[in-house]
Nanobody, 121 residues
Framework: QVQLAESGGGLVLPGGSLRLSCEAS????????MGWYRQAPGKQRELVAT???????KYADSVMARFTISRDNAKNTVYLQMNSLKPEDTGDYYC???????????????WGKGTLVTVSS
């Protein structure tokens, strides 16, 4: 069974920074793509950033140049460095990983339970 555990959320002032982490545990062959999503109160979950197995990245326009996604394959962990935070960045942040349980099987998408980020003065 694969489990994802996020950490690093909290309350921060506008203009501040936070670093989120998400570690995968369990038995599996490989992790392919990793990503972060967020859901603001009363809104749908939206993509924040993704990082491919190759290392290439993609960002939502709203976080471009402020957020940086990275991964440590040896630690099965994905990070999201968030700088210049704005009140509209408030929400639950979820990590997502495409995990291959076995080399001959296709990847399955797993989700973490989320970590709350609140940007407020």
């Amino acid at each position: 069974q694969v489990q994802l555990a996020e950490s690093g959320g909290g309350l921060v002032l506008p203009g501040g920074s936070l670093r989120l982490s998400c570690e995968a545990s369990g038995r599996f062959f490989r992790i392919n793509d990793m990503g972060w999503y967020r859901q603001a109160p009363g809104k749908q979950r939206e993509l924040v950033a993704t990082i491919m197995k190759s290392g290439s990245t993609k960002y939502a326009d709203s976080v471009m140049a402020r957020f940086t996604i990275s991964r440590d394959n040896a630690k099965n962990t994905v990070y999201l460095q968030m700088n210049s935070l704005k009140p509209e960045d408030t929400g639950d942040y979820y990590c997502n990983m495409n995990v291959q349980i076995h080399s001959v099987l296709s990847g399955i998408n797993y989700w973490g339970k989320g970590t709350l980020v609140t940007v407020s003065s």
